[in-house]
C-alpha cells in the first residue's frame, strides 16, 4: 500500500501556514509603524536641538516657517544663519510621505510637529527650550 498524504491533512498544513502568515504580516506592520515613530521623534529631537543653535547664533530669534509663520519644513534644504555654516545642514523628512515636519514660529518661540502612525495620541510636538 502506498502511503501518501489525505486531501484533508494538506488542507489543514495549508490553513495552518495561512494563519500564521496573518498573524506574522500584522506583527510586522506594527513594528514598522513603531520604527517609523521612532525616526520622527528623533528628527523632531535634532531638528529641536539645531533650532536652538540657530537661536543662539542668530541674534536670539528663530528662523520663520516658509511663507512667513508656518508650514512644512522645505525639504532637502539646510538652515542657515548669515554667512555661517548650516546649523542644519539637511532637514530632515517624514519617513513614510517624505514631507517635512510642520514648523510654526513666531520668531520668539517655534513649535515643531509630526503625526504618528503607532502611538496615541496621533501628534508629537516639540517647542522651543528658551
Not at 484533508?8 to 495561512?18: F, P, T, Y
Not at 496573518?22 to 525616526?39: E, G, M, W, Y
Not at 514660529?105 to 503607532?118: D, H, K, N, Q, V
Amino acid at each position: 500500500m502506498k502511503k501518501s498524504f489525505t486531501l484533508l491533512e494538506m488542507l489543514i498544513v495549508l490553513g495552518v501556514i495561512g494563519v500564521i502568515l496573518s498573524v506574522l504580516s500584522v506583527s510586522f506592520s506594527t513594528t514598522q509603524k513603531k520604527s517609523r515613530d521612532a525616526k520622527r521623534k528623533g528628527d523632531l529631537k535634532s531638528l529641536q536641538s539645531g533650532l536652538e543653535q540657530y537661536y543662539s547664533a542668530c541674534s536670539y530669534v528663530y528662523p520663520t516657517g516658509p511663507g512667513g509663520t508656518g508650514g512644512p519644513l522645505p525639504t532637502g534644504s539646510s538652515i542657515v544663519c548669515g554667512a555661517s555654516p548650516a546649523v542644519i545642514p539637511v532637514v530632515p523628512v517624514d519617513p513614510k510621505s517624505a514631507i517635512g515636519y510642520e514648523y510654526t514660529s513666531t520668531g520668539t518661540s517655534f513649535s515643531i510637529c509630526a503625526t504618528l502612525e503607532a502611538s496615541t495620541p496621533a501628534n508629537y510636538c516639540l517647542t522651543n527650550q528658551q
